[in-house]
């Protein structure tokens, strides 16, 4: 079974400052990647996703992950944080063309930005 | 822009008591989710569902859960007895049109509190 580790269990920085939130994950085959984010107060919502393209993939608000598959990584980076990013932030991996629909997530990082 | 919506947001039973979550999913997706984070841990999958039937359940869904979709809008989970240790955020989710994307539209959650 696949399995997700989210390094940072809470991140604290500055505005401005840039962001690297790291994802490992276990699986043997290929995968689908992703990164939700939840707002306070509100629904876990699709961040960017990695599908077999470009292994750097761009999503809203900024936000860019980089898949390093000899790493099992997916790593997310904005260059400059705001304050409304502060926010959890959740890996999850999907096994690609294994009929399997469900995401196993990781734990969360929670990042809280400073204005 | 179309959501899934939820409902109760909050509902607090008593331990041995029947509970149903509803969830109404964005009308024209295909399949559909329920997950759950118990609080300080991660979202857990507990059951997909697709094409009237479930496709895949986790171990954390035994005997004393069970989905529907009675009309083919709404999405039920029912919990026959509850535990103490079933209170969580339990997330509806869908996706997918005509081909699975792995992109998954949450809800914003109905916390149960089991007394």
């Known amino acids: 079974a696949q399995s997700v580790s989210q390094h940072n269990h809470h991140v604290i920085l500055s505005e401005a400052a840039s962001l690297e939130l790291g994802c490992n994950y276990s699986y043997g085959g290929t995968v689908n990647l992703f990164w939700y984010v939840q707002y306070p107060g509100q629904h876990l919502q699709l961040l960017l996703k990695?599908?077999?393209?470009?292994?750097l993939v761009k999503g809203i608000k900024g936000f860019e992950a980089e898949f390093i598959k000899s790493k099992f990584s997916f790593n997310l980076r904005k260059p400059s944080v705001q304050w409304s990013d502060t926010a959890e932030y959740f890996c999850?991996?999907?096994?690609?063309?294994?009929?399997?629909?469900?995401?196993?997530f990781g734990k969360g990082t929670k990042l809280s930005v400073i204005p | 822009e179309p959501e899934v919506t939820q409902t109760p947001s909050h509902q607090v039973t008593q331990m041995g008591q029947e509970v149903i979550l509803r969830c109404v999913p964005i009308?024209?997706?295909?399949?559909f989710y329920w997950y759950r984070q118990i609080l300080g841990q991660k979202v857990e999958f507990l059951v997909s569902?697709?094409?009237?039937?479930?496709?895949?359940k986790s171990e954390i869904f035994d005997d004393q859960f069970s989905v529907e979709r009675p009309d083919g809008s709404n999405f039920t989970l029912k919990i026959r007895s509850t535990k103490l240790e079933d209170s969580a955020m339990y997330f509806c989710?869908?996706?997918?049109?005509?081909?699975?994307?792995?992109?998954?539209?949450f809800g914003e959650g109905s916390r149960l509190t089991v007394l």
């Open positions: 569902f697709y094409n009237n039937e479930i496709s895949e």
């Open positions: 009308s024209n997706h295909l399949y």
């Open positions: 990695y599908f077999s393209e470009d292994p």
């Open positions: 999850a991996v999907n096994p690609s063309g294994a009929g399997s629909y469900q995401l196993t």
């Open positions: 989710a869908s996706g997918g049109l005509a081909i699975y994307t792995g992109e998954l539209f």
